[in-house]
């Protein structure tokens, strides 16, 4: 098994990509250990000293660094954990969890807009953001605002506000007027 790895516009985190598939469907996201838990993949990447945090997408997994850590002293340890891990045989979920669909319900009198985000966010750019090693979730649409959640690399990169600002902003303002606005979440 050969593993690749790329860097990512955030130099805290790297994708790693297998070779074959992560997830079938949806994303997943683990900012600490405890919640790995659900995940014998992603514990055994935070069982490496120096990692914060992991994201799996459908062909990749990002790992996030702690500050001061060096990529040099941690990412053999990471390739031997992901290796050891399709080696085994195990699962890449545990058989309760659920990877997250990537979008958070809405209805009302904005269902036909926030249809159009979603489609927008599915077709422009969430593809775009995980080339990163991330991806971007919507939570919610209110007078003109669309409130979107990073994961994997686009947490706390510091280039994620441009993204959000200049590129997600743009291209929701240029076919759905009544998008004023997109705003960052923590989740």
Known sequence: MFIQTESTPNPATLKFLPGQTVLEA??????????????????????VDGVSGVFFGNDFVTVIKDDGVEWDHIKPAILGAVMEHYQSGQPIMGDDARPASGHAEHSGEDAEVVGQIKELLDSRVRPAVAQDGGDITFHGFDRGVVYLHMQGACAGCPSS??????????????????????????V
């Open 26 to 47: 949806g994303t997943a996201d683990f900012p600490s250990a405890e919640a790995a838990a659900k995940s014998p993949l992603a514990n055994r990447i935070f069982a």
């Open 161 to 186: 506000t441009l993204t959000l600002k200049m590129g997600i902003e743009n291209l929701l303002r240029h076919y759905i007027p009544e998008v004023t606005e997109v705003r960052p979440v923590a």
